[in-house]
């Protein structure tokens, strides 16, 4: 594949940014105290109930102390693992260049035996909703997973316990992914969700990102508040970085395809291209694209009644009427730092978020069961965003929160107040 300016935009500023790193190295361990300076500059999540809850936490909040076990347990699980890069894969990508990340649709099934002269078994057949375990060796795909996990729960541990041990992994995971020359990810997405002996790569494959490097976007802004390991060359590669995907995702035919998607790859997109506008300064841009949403997300893709009907045709509806709220809720979070108010949008049918989370609200309660399709139905799927429309003013989630089904390793909405796709499945 030809090389696209975006890419080579990209190229100049990690080399920029690589040199900031040697002229302004990371800052020594006796950086502030976490939480001890201004809010967090998060982009979905609001720094200001960050620093709220780390002051409660202090005082000896019982709940908050908690939840910050929880959260504490977590990121001692990841001390031990990583870093990952995205140039260990087995083989690299369509183009070639094993700095070029690789994911494997989901739900493509091959049909036919392997043998030497067909080695993937093609053609593949689509089985929405079933998972080819396939996926989950020789791409990328898992270990971004690994990387987004690791690096925001990493985060936001040293922000409310202040061991620097959490910042300084963090910071590790995500130099070896995103920054790293030796290591880094090219800032494309030229080749998600390829189909064996079909497509190289699909704009689908941008969902991959979407949700999940938003949250990056929040961790590395919570480093920002002064971590050890984390300074300022961190922060200027990181941005660089920012930029070029941000390029490559307005000016792709991926990117642009995505845009035009209906459905939450749609919603998703919007989210993560405003998101990574707040992050890289572009404010104007994010407002515009939170504004936009009122119409072309909300009202197209809320019934008046708050089903979601084109996540409903899914043979896993709950995943997915669950899912692309996670987008509108995110989006809605970003916007609420820009002035900018979805949960008070109406449509033209009375369509609205609360409206939609409200439809959930039996299942995600526990109170009746879910009437639609769903192959694996998890309760604790719609916990975050009942907590963003309770939090949001909406009296009905208000009243279902104590009803709710704690995700596994407990409900961190306290400490980390943006809702997360809590079960986890790609497509």
């Not at 790193?21 to 500059?41: E, I, K």
């Not at 309770?390 to 989630?397: E, H, M």
């Amino acid at each position: 594949m030809a090389a696209n300016p975006a890419r080579r935009w990209g190229v100049v500023l990690t080399a920029v940014a690589a040199a900031l790193a040697v002229l302004a190295p990371t800052a020594p361990s006796q950086a502030a105290p976490a939480g001890s300076g201004p809010p967090p500059r998060t982009v979905v999540i609001d720094g200001e109930r960050l620093q709220q809850a780390k002051r409660r936490l202090d005082r000896g909040d019982p709940a908050l102390r908690r939840a910050a076990e929880e959260l504490a347990a977590r990121a001692d699980g990841w001390l031990g693992q990583g870093p990952w890069t995205v140039v260990d894969k087995p083989r690299p990508a369509p183009s070639g260049d094993p700095h070029d990340y690789l994911s494997q649709a989901p739900y493509w099934w091959p049909t036919k035996p392997r043998t030497p002269e067909n080695p993937w078994g093609c053609p593949y057949v689509q089985r929405d909703g079933e998972r080819n375990p396939e996926v989950d060796t020789g791409t990328d795909r898992p270990e971004i997973g690994k990387v987004v996990n690791a690096s925001t729960t990493l985060a936001l541990a040293w922000y409310y316990t202040g061991r620097k041990q959490y910042a300084e992994h963090a910071a590790s995971i995500l130099r070896s992914w995103f920054t790293d020359p030796a290591t880094r990810m090219n800032p494309n997405l030229d080749h998600g969700q390829f189909i064996p002996c079909k497509y190289d790569g699909r704009a689908i494959g941008i969902i991959d990102f979407s949700q999940m490097y938003t949250s990056v976007l929040d961790a590395v802004a919570i480093l920002g508040a002064d971590a050890p390991g984390w300074g300022a060359g961190d922060r200027a590669a990181m941005r660089a970085w920012n930029v070029a995907f941000l390029e490559w995702l307005r000016t792709s035919d991926f990117g642009k395809e995505e845009a035009a998607a209906e459905n939450n790859h749609g919603t998703f997109h919007d989210m993560q291209l405003a998101a990574l506008a707040v992050a890289t300064g572009d404010r104007a841009l994010a407002r515009r694209i939170v504004r936009d949403a009122r119409v072309k997300r909300i009202d197209a893709q809320i019934a008046a009644d708050g089903r979601q009907p084109q996540e409903l045709r899914r043979t896993r509806s709950w995943h997915y009427s669950t899912f692309g709220l996670v987008a509108h809720v995110r989006l809605a979070a970003i916007g609420a730092q820009l002035g900018v108010d979805l949960w008070a949008h109406r449509g033209p049918q009375g369509q609205s978020l609360a409206k939609a989370v409200r439809y959930l609200l039996p299942a995600a309660t526990g109170a009746a069961p879910w009437p639609h399709p769903e192959l694996t139905f998890l309760r604790y799927a719609a916990t975050d965003v009942v907590h963003a429309a309770a939090d949001a003013g909406d009296p009905g989630a208000r009243a279902a929160v104590p009803g709710l089904e704690p995700p596994p390793g407990g409900d961190l909405w306290a400490l980390r107040p943006a809702a997360e796709q809590l079960d986890s499945i790609a497509g």
